[in-house]
C-alpha cells in the first residue's frame, strides 16, 4: 500500500507540474520514430522529462544515479532529431525540492540504431513468444514486481 499510495503521489505532482508550466499544445507530446512511439512530458523547442523521486539526487549524478532517465530522454532526443534535452526532477523526499540538468547527446544516429535494434528484438520475441533474447529488466531484485 505504501508502494501505491508513492507512486500516486509522484504520478499526481507529475500531472499537476506539466499543466503549471507549459500550456496544452506542448504537454504529454506524441512523437513516432519508425513505428516506435514515446511521449515526451514537455516538448517546445526540446524534450523535457519531469520526474518524480523521494531519493535526493544531485544535478552532476542524474547520470550515475539514474541512468535510465538519462537513456529515456536520449531516446526522445533521437525520436525528434534534437541533441539537447532536459531533466527536472522533483524530489519529494529530503534534500533540495528541485534538481534539473540539461543533457547533450553527441550521437543521435547511433541512439535511433539502438532503437531500432530493441524494436526488432521485442518485435522476435512477441512472434516466437520467447523473451530470452530480451535484455532483462534493470528493476528486477530492487523491490519492484519484475520479471
Not at 503521489?9 to 514515446?38: C, L, M, P, R, Y
Not at 521485442?122 to 519484475?146: H, V
Request: proline letters at 6%; a negative charge; glycine letters at 8%.
Amino acid at each position: 500500500m505504501e508502494r501505491t499510495a508513492d507512486m500516486l503521489a509522484g504520478s499526481g505532482f507529475h500531472d499537476a507540474f506539466n499543466w503549471k508550466v507549459s500550456s496544452e499544445e506542448w504537454v504529454e507530446q506524441t512523437v513516432v520514430f519508425q513505428d516506435i512511439v514515446g511521449r515526451i512530458d514537455i516538448y517546445e523547442e526540446r524534450p523535457l522529462e519531469l520526474k518524480t523521486t523521494k531519493s535526493l539526487v544531485e544535478p552532476d549524478e542524474i547520470g550515475v544515479m539514474r541512468p535510465s532517465y538519462v537513456e529515456q530522454l536520449g531516446l526522445y532526443c533521437a525520436m525528434v532529431e534534437k541533441p539537447d534535452g532536459h531533466i527536472l526532477i522533483y524530489n519529494r523526499g529530503k534534500g533540495r525540492p528541485l534538481v534539473g540538468a540539461s543533457v547533450h547527446f553527441e550521437n543521435l544516429k547511433g541512439i535511433q540504431k539502438e532503437m531500432l535494434l530493441r524494436r526488432d528484438l521485442l518485435r522476435k520475441a512477441l512472434e516466437t513468444r520467447d523473451p530470452s533474447p530480451l535484455p532483462g529488466c534493470p528493476w528486477k531484485g530492487r523491490g519492484w514486481d519484475a520479471i
